[in-house]
């Protein structure tokens, strides 16, 4: 096995450079002292080194152009540079001042390549190592400690996201910048992401239809791979992680390695869970689930850009908690045999850019298949789909510098749905789905404190139908042919009052065209019938953004509020009519509504305390519907706590840390006109991590126990209280990563 994996990766280490264009520097702290094993990146690029001895970094085969630079170290601040790249030789030369708060760093989903405080709109970063160590087995979950950020969930395995109470269809997730097409309509079907691969999450809280379109009206989702190995290396790990309430298991193993101009590397991992414990109670019936992960990735870097190349695969069987389960299921297990949902899916994408002097053209497309069945108690599927997308992307930065940047780009998306084998559920019709948008984006800076941004985008989208089934019975689809066109845009402002204080505000207009499911559904879709309506307009969004954020020494607070107005909102609800079978029919329909909010943080590192972290956090939203009913799906109020403890060093300990965390979610009184109030709860958690060195090998290690007290609540948003399933109880996890170097 290892001599196949060194031949894998033999080019990395064989290729010969020819004259090149190079960026070298040192990288010192305020006392001009070197720090040795500081991060340099070129994250348009996906390369990066670590400084030697003497501090001293060197990068090599860059092509000419305007290139971002981010220095980062343990303990430090993160500097982030600019160089425009026109000679062989390049030096540029970092100095990093002591952090007692965590930096901001470079994001990749506001449209440009900048730091989190220069983007009007604000973009907000969880690095894998939190998710890591969150303690829970729902990957959706971890993402929930982000203020506005709540998750619809139906058990451990099949959950969505919410951002300000919006979510489905009106959130954008994306796969390392690839819109996810995988049949997202429903709070039944998964976020379709594997962990596993992630380096870090990106989220936008407001409409970004200025960026990606429709479906980004409430917020954007982009999951970011794991960086590219060091230039010279290679190297990887294995991951480890066990939950005591699922008897789960998750493992991972994944190797990469980089040369001068190749890089490249692969990951496989493999999750299994039974069925869940309640708080208190027994377990979750058909709450079990599996996951199998496969990505692999290559690239090359020379004069003229980077060229990547990504191939994920994702299976999945997830079980479902329905009514139909409770006599059939008698104990828990974990290998699913009946009513789970079986999807695949694949994505292979190429994103390159490409430099032609002060010009740099931005060029991605992607491929994705997505099959879908549901097995219920037949032998054979009870539904079964096959989902294929195209999707491709073209921008043009136009010549800028430290105080502009202009683009012009489209994107399209090109889609067809089918079903297949002839199954006995037929509920979306075959259908193609046509999607291209044009749009111009612009930021200046002024003074040297404000900076304007913002952008227009037209957009022209065509749904079309094929008949299905028999004219003239209940379940017929008849054919439609639906065209839409809408315009989009945003203008925001950051502005520095200080070194330590910025304001933000954002006002953006988005849209959501009606889905395949909105305009066409008619059948069973899990527990009820729905029936779609083929009259259903846009979503149009008109979201304003206020926020300040304050980023001492030893203290930072973040205040934001928003008003989102939604004109032709989308959603469905039960009618008074009943199938021959006494089923309950839920129908589409459209009313304007409007969500007002907002979230509030603090972050406290005592001076005197060094090694001691205080936050906490606040999250509001209220959805309403043009006649004053609430929408649904909208969460309660949550606080958020946490109290960590950190050294750099405890005997053989390196960089431990306590952290003692609590969630408070006030009582949800304002349900929609179909859903329940639900109780207020308390859950307090603990976790310990550590790095440690074993006969010169690293190892990192984390225990984590979530819901101490085994407290037995309903999350308003759970699909499962209306069963009287309670969500998971007490959890102990294990977390271990051992990372391993090949060659160096």
Wanted: net charge positive; charged share 20%; aromatic share 10%.
């Amino acid at each position: 096995m290892k001599k196949i994996v060194l031949i894998f990766f033999v080019l990395f280490i064989c290729i010969k450079m020819n004259a090149q264009n190079q960026l070298k520097g040192v990288v010192t702290d305020i006392n001009n002292e070197p720090l040795i094993g500081a991060s340099v990146s070129l994250p348009e690029l996906n390369k990066g080194t670590i400084t030697n001895l003497k501090g001293e970094y060197l990068i090599s085969n860059i092509p000419n152009g305007k290139i971002k630079i981010q220095f980062s170290f343990i303990g430090y601040n993160t500097d982030i540079k600019s160089i425009n790249i026109s000679n062989t030789n390049n030096e540029i030369n970092a100095l990093l001042t002591t952090a007692t708060i965590q930096s901001q760093e470079i994001v990749i989903t506001g449209g440009y390549v900048s730091s989190q405080h220069k983007n009007a709109v604000k973009i907000v970063v969880l690095r894998s190592n939190d998710i890591a160590l969150s303690g829970t087995s729902n990957f959706m979950e971890s993402l929930t400690k982000i203020p506005g950020v709540d998750m619809i969930a139906k058990g451990q395995g099949v959950s969505k996201p919410v951002i300000r109470g919006l979510s489905m269809n009106d959130v954008l997730v994306m796969n390392n910048s690839v819109r996810i097409e995988n049949y997202q309509f429903s709070e039944n079907h998964p976020l379709g992401v594997d962990d596993n691969d992630v380096e870090r999450v990106e989220i936008i809280k407001g409409p970004a239809s200025l960026l990606y379109g429709s479906d980004a009206i409430g917020g954007v989702i982009n999951f970011i791979k794991e960086k590219p190995a060091p230039v010279g290396k290679m190297l990887g790990d294995y991951r480890l992680q066990l939950h005591s309430n699922t008897l789960g298991m998750n493992n991972s193993i994944g190797l990469k390695g980089a040369s001068k101009k190749i890089f490249g590397g692969f990951r496989l991992g493999h999750k299994t869970h039974s069925d869940y414990f309640q708080g208190g109670g027994n377990y979750v019936p058909n709450s079990r689930f599996n996951e199998i992960a496969f990505n692999a990735n290559t690239g090359y870097t020379g004069k003229i850009g980077t060229f990547k190349f990504y191939y994920d695969y994702f299976k999945q069987d997830l079980g479902m908690t329905v009514p139909a389960v409770k006599p059939l299921i008698t104990e828990q297990k974990r290998k699913n045999e009946i009513w789970y949902q079986d999807l695949e899916h694949q994505i292979i994408s190429s994103q390159n850019s490409l430099y032609f002097g002060k010009f740099k053209w931005n060029i991605c497309a992607s491929y994705q298949n997505a099959l879908r069945k549901l097995n219920t108690t037949l032998d054979v599927p009870f539904v079964e789909m096959n989902l294929n997308t195209i999707t491709y992307e073209s921008k043009l930065h136009l010549p800028s510098n430290n105080k502009s940047e202009y683009i012009f780009g489209l994107q399209g998306m090109s889609q067809n749905n089918k079903n297949i084998n002839n199954r006995t559920s037929q509920f979306l019709p075959d259908a193609n789905i046509n999607n291209i948008g044009f749009l111009g984006l612009a930021q200046h800076t002024f003074f040297n404190k404000l900076k304007l941004q913002g952008g227009l985008r037209f957009d022209m989208y065509k749904t079309e139908t094929f008949a299905l089934g028999t004219k003239e019975t209940s379940s017929y689809h008849a054919p439609i042919n639906k065209s839409f066109s809408n315009i989009n845009g945003s203008i925001g402002a950051t502005f520095n009052a200080n070194e330590k204080i910025l304001l933000r505000t954002n006002f953006a207009k988005g849209y959501r065209v009606p889905n395949l499911s909105e305009l066409t559904s008619n059948g069973m879709h899990g527990n009820r019938y729905e029936i779609g309506n083929e009259y259903l307009s846009p979503e149009n969004s008109f979201e304003t953004d206020l926020s300040i954020h304050y980023h001492g020494d030893f203290l930072s607070f973040d205040l934001a509020g928003f008003l989102n107005q939604i004109s032709d909102y989308i959603f469905i609800s039960p009618t008074t009519d009943t199938t021959s079978t006494g089923v309950d029919i839920y129908r589409f329909s459209q009313t304007n509504a409007k969500l007002y909010g907002g979230e509030a943080g603090i972050h406290f590192h005592p001076e005197n305390l060094p090694w001691l972290h205080i936050e906490g956090t606040y999250s509001s939203v209220i959805g309403k519907q043009e006649n004053e009913n609430y929408l649904p799906f909208i969460p309660a109020q949550k606080f958020r706590y946490e109290v960590k403890a950190e050294r750099d060093k405890i005997g053989f300990l390196i960089n431990p840390s306590i952290k003692l965390s609590a969630l408070t979610a006030l009582k949800q009184s304002n349900p929609s006109k179909f859903e329940t109030t639900t109780d207020g709860y308390t859950l307090v958690n603990i976790s310990v991590n550590s790095k440690l060195f074993i006969s010169h090998q690293t190892l990192v290690i984390g225990i984590s126990a979530n819901n101490i007290f085994d407290t037995q609540y309903f999350d308003h948003l759970s699909t499962l209280k209306p069963l009287n399933y309670y969500n998971q109880g007490r959890n102990i996890s294990l977390y271990l990563k051992v990372p391993f170097i090949i060659n160096n």
